[in-house]
């Protein structure tokens, strides 16, 4: 037994306050041959393994685990991890109570054994009505930066952010879908590392900084959708971006069949893109090898693969920048800043289309009550087996819309400024997550509110206008 492994384990024990079995800890040690290590609120065991030589495994090797139950330590859970593989390294948070924070980080040698990893283990029972969830871990090296004058071009956001930050690689602005000449009011930035974005994250979020006489808005950017490759190499549809809002389905599709005629199957287009749906997965990518980089109605446009989307999937990137399972205390960022000095009365009425349905957003509403008698029968009920007309508020309309997409319900992340004459004014960012394309799931109002009750029902109303009439695919 090596003696580190002896002094973690008492220091362990120690905090711990005899919550754990130390004895239990001792013996995995001993069993695997593995270290074990106390930091940063974290316990590490292995990193690397007995033996191991070279550099550590790559990206995609690393899963979450997420409510895991808080007095569950190493010794009940690295057995039934080993069962995907070897175990690079397991990385345990604690509490300074000596209990986990109800989440872990595990590293396998191959991403062959994380996907397993994810399939076999995700949702399983690892105590009786203790379900844990399990996904890919990937550290975030991209930033969302909002509130960007929508004049800048590409290269002057780039050299910006290397000006005030360090480690840029890359920056990916889009084009707006009104005005191909103007970005869209954001950018993702590219980094060398998850650290130096972490370190020009840690710099720019003070909600102080500015860019152009703009203060920005910083964010960590939702990670790209890890898609294992079995499932990509079934894929038929084509996700074609940029293209102008007045281009029709129609005009889509016959450019796409004068590649070769008859083989796309439909299109649906929402806004500025549009998923083209093919019979066969071969004529899918070799039109997209030729159409990409096309002029579609004088809009040069891009195509990928589309990436199915998971709907059981609720999993979002908050945490260090990394993924961690949705929870009702990472909804909220306080201290960012919209860099808008307007105030906001009274939202007007404005109509949305709810699955075809045509549904009133923020309207007036009367409330109609009746009187509840004595041995009246109450019969359970969800709120999605309603019909739209049963909400009065766009918070539930949205909501609402969501469900019936089969989508993860809407994510909210306040934001607040200060008024020239000192009020706070509040926006919420909402973020949904069924739909494919990053750059779209991002909704956010351009007037601020005096409550958060406003600025919640604003932001839902505003999201529910730009879905109006759409539909994105989901695989």
Known sequence: MHEENKDAANVCGKIRSGTQNEAALLALMERTGYSMVQENGQRKFGGPPPGWEGPPPPRGCEVFVGKIPRDMYEDELVPVFERAGKIYEFRLMMEFSGENRGYAFVMYTSKEEAQLA?????NYEIRPGKFIGVCVSLDNCRLFIGAIPKEKKKEE????MKKVTEGVVDVIVYPSA?????????AFVEYESHRAAAMARRRLIPGT???WGHTIQVDWADPEKEVDEETMQKVKVLYVRNLMISTTEETIKAEFNKFKPGIVERVKKLRDYAFVHFFHRDDAVAAMSVMNGKCIDGASI??????????EGTWKQHFNGQISPSSENLLGFPNKEDGHQKSLGKPVSLPVHLNGQHSPVLTEVERCTYPFFPGIKLIPISMYSLKSSHFSSAA???DYFCNKNNWAPPEYYLYSTTSQDGEIL???KVLIPGIADASQ???MPDKLCTTVEDAKELAAQFTLLRLANCAPYLA
Do not use: C, S, W
């Not at 994810?118 to 995700?122: E, F």
């Not at 891009?302 to 990436?307: C, D, F, R, S």
């Open 118 to 122: 994810i399939k076999i283990l995700n």
């Open 157 to 160: 956001i780039l050299n910006e």
């Open 178 to 186: 009104t005005d191909k000449t103007k970005n869209r009011g954001f």
């Open 209 to 211: 900084f500015q860019l």
């Open 302 to 311: 891009e195509v990928t693969l589309a990436k199915p989307v998971n709907k």
């Open 396 to 398: 539930m309309h949205l």
């Open 426 to 428: 509040l926006v919420y």
């Open 441 to 443: 799931r991002i909704f």
